[in-house]
């Protein structure tokens, strides 16, 4: 089955570094990908819908110039949290759309990644 | 828009008892509906889709969820809880659109008791 990878799995950075976490599809191609934020004991919000060789298109109230989200190819998307803060730790976690045709359609996700900003 | 209505945060049922998670979804177009599971600090797995077809399906690990459009229903069962089971579940719905993103509902645990 379709296989998205997702790294790293936990980084700890601090206040005002940036950190790059990537997202890659293994055995498919992903021309769109979507990266969610997700709250303890909260559900998943999409922060942003990644397409191939273009712009991201983000979610009201997502600061674009905070999470720049690159999408260069069809295997590739990564999240670049800018400038981090502790308000920025959470977990994050991107999904890839697979599958063609409705009775294929489907969305696979990483493993996420575990922010702590100190 | 669409949105999901997941009823119970949290569930408990006893080891081999009957699971009933609950989803309703609102969707102003025929919608594909799905279940997630996650497990501490993990991604998402997916349980079963409903696209096309069948509305009864079958998933992984004993799960099953049969989508019932009169009642704009997608619920979630499994006639044998185990305890492997415990973990948080969401309902998710995909509407038209070019992008298709998902939209989750707020998740419901399942606790096992032994």
């Known amino acids: 089955g379709a296989v998205v990878s997702q790294h790293p799995s936990r980084v700890i950075c601090k206040s005002g570094t940036s950190v790059k976490i990537e997202c890659r599809s293994l055995d498919f191609q992903a021309t769109t990908m979507f990266w969610y934020r997700q709250f303890p004991k909260q559900s998943l919000m999409l922060m942003a819908t990644?397409?191939?060789?273009?712009?991201?298109?983000?979610e009201q109230g997502v600061e674009k110039d905070k999470f720049l989200i690159n999408h260069a190819s069809l295997t590739l998307s990564t999240l670049t949290v800018t400038s981090a803060h502790p308000e920025d730790s959470s977990f994050y976690i991107c999904?890839?759309?697979?599958?063609?045709?409705?009775?294929?359609?489907?969305?696979?996700f990483g493993s996420g990644t575990r922010l702590t900003v100190v | 828009a669409q949105s999901v209505t997941q009823l119970g945060s949290h569930v408990s049922v006893s080891e081999g008892a009957l699971v009933l998670l609950r989803c309703n979804y609102s969707?102003?177009?025929?919608?594909?509906l799905f279940w997630y599971v996650q497990y501490p600090n993990q991604g998402l797995q997916l349980l079963l889709k409903y696209t096309t077809g069948a509305t009864l399906v079958k998933g992984i690990n004993g799960f099953e969820a049969e989508f019932k459009k009169s009642e704009t229903s997608f619920h979630l069962t499994k006639p044998s809880a185990h305890m492997s089971d415990a973990a948080e579940y969401f309902c998710a719905v995909s509407a038209s659109g070019s992008a298709r993103q998902l939209t989750f509902g707020s998740g419901t645990q399942l606790t096992v008791l032994p």
């Open positions: 969707s102003s177009v025929p919608p594909y």
């Open positions: 999904s890839a759309r697979d599958g063609v045709g409705p009775a294929n359609y489907g969305y696979t």
């Open positions: 990644s397409n191939e060789g273009s712009k991201a298109t983000y």
